[in-house]
């Protein structure tokens, strides 16, 4: 019979470590979440009402008053074509600085971890230029195609392709197997669990990028979910109850991704570690 082992204090130490830190880290959402079914005089009310009382639904139907499924479109369109082709681009970059050898590999692989270090300020103004000379302004190609060039994205399928055996690959180009046929016979398999911490990452990325979203957006036709619940501030009156029903429903495609990523995510967390 297996004997239980033994919790020590130090365990307990940690895991009421996790807990606090676990209920800091949803508390916002917590109170997003019950704002977004409170009136408008609970949402400001000192001390806070904790538990709606009682639950109301006419945030949310006042919200659905505006263009909440075109501005949903925009973000989950830009979001997911953004993800596809990062995670495209990326996987192939890491795999040919990872795999190949040519002159100047260990230069253009220093450029993209310089890159992760310049601020995405630092880049606005010579970014908005070009777009604007081709005429990309309030377009999803503005929004879609400068974030399709991530540094970090090619950082981190580098370190996974590098765990690719060089023997397979000489095996199957042995017999006879094209570049493009190893890349998604073998690669991509291969490095599924980056590719899903990858996806995850430029979603929510891209999702939650609302500055250059405002830099870049002109016309209502183009307002993402984050700028449109941001537009249901006003002047004098603020309706928070609106904006958190909003907030909530901008942060559902996140968590819907999250889950369906999580067995990629966690393995690549996993084998990310254990790389070094």
């Given at each position: 019979?297996?004997?239980?082992?033994?919790?020590?204090?130090?365990?307990?130490?940690?895991?009421?470590?996790?807990?606090?830190?676990?209920?800091?880290?949803?508390?916002?959402?917590?109170?997003?979440?019950?704002?977004?079914?409170?009136?408008?005089?609970?949402?400001?009310?000192?001390?806070?009402?904790?538990?709606?009382?009682?639950?109301?639904?006419?945030?949310?139907?006042?919200?659905?008053?505006?263009?909440?499924?075109?501005?949903?479109?925009?973000?989950?369109?830009?979001?997911?074509?953004?993800?596809?082709?990062?995670?495209?681009?990326?996987?192939?970059?890491?795999?040919?600085?990872?795999?190949?050898?040519?002159?100047?590999?260990?230069?253009?692989?220093?450029?993209?971890?310089?890159?992760?270090?310049?601020?995405?300020?630092?880049?606005?103004?010579?970014?908005?230029?070009?777009?604007?000379?081709?005429?990309?302004?309030?377009?999803?190609?503005?929004?879609?195609?400068?974030?399709?060039?991530?540094?970090?994205?090619?950082?981190?399928?580098?370190?996974?392709?590098?765990?690719?055996?060089?023997?397979?690959?000489?095996?199957?180009?042995?017999?006879?197997?094209?570049?493009?046929?190893?890349?998604?016979?073998?690669?991509?398999?291969?490095?599924k669990p980056g590719i899903g911490a990858l996806a995850i990452f430029t979603f929510i990325s891209s999702w939650n990028d609302y500055?250059?979203?405002?830099?870049?957006?002109?016309?209502?036709?183009?307002?993402?979910?984050?700028?449109?619940?941001?537009?249901?501030?006003?002047?004098?009156?603020?309706?928070?109850?609106?904006?958190?029903?909003?907030?909530?429903?901008?942060?559902?495609?996140?968590?819907?991704?999250?889950?369906?990523?999580?067995?990629?995510?966690?393995?690549?967390?996993?084998?990310?570690?254990?790389?070094?």
């Amino acid at each position: 019979m297996n004997k239980l082992k033994k919790i020590s204090p130090k365990d307990i130490i940690f895991m009421t470590i996790i807990i606090i830190l676990s209920i800091l880290f949803l508390f916002p959402f917590y109170w997003i979440l019950t704002g977004a079914f409170k009136n408008q005089s609970a949402t400001i009310q000192i001390p806070p009402q904790w538990f709606p009382k009682p639950a109301t639904f006419q945030n949310f139907i006042d919200l659905a008053k505006s263009p909440l499924l075109k501005w949903t479109f925009n973000s989950f369109f830009i979001s997911f074509c953004t993800m596809l082709l990062v995670c495209l681009t990326s996987t192939m970059g890491g795999y040919v600085l990872a795999k190949k050898r040519f002159p100047g590999r260990r230069i253009i692989f220093w450029l993209f971890i310089i890159a992760m270090a310049l601020p995405k300020q630092a880049v606005l103004i010579p970014l908005f230029t070009i777009l604007a000379k081709l005429n990309w302004i309030n377009s999803y190609k503005a929004l879609i195609l400068p974030a399709v060039a991530w540094p970090f994205g090619v950082f981190l399928m580098k370190q996974f392709s590098q765990g690719i055996p060089g023997e397979l690959l000489e095996a199957a180009k042995i017999d006879g197997c094209s570049e493009i046929r190893i890349f998604c016979n073998i690669v991509i398999p291969l490095v599924k669990p980056g590719i899903g911490a990858l996806a995850i990452f430029t979603f929510i990325s891209s999702w939650n990028d609302y500055f250059m979203q405002l830099i870049l957006i002109r016309s209502k036709d183009m307002v993402t979910l984050p700028l449109g619940v941001a537009l249901l501030q006003s002047e004098f009156t603020t309706n928070y109850g609106s904006i958190m029903a909003g907030a909530t429903l901008a942060s559902l495609p996140m968590i819907i991704i999250f889950i369906a990523f999580q067995k990629y995510f966690t393995q690549g967390i996993a084998m990310g570690a254990v790389k070094g």
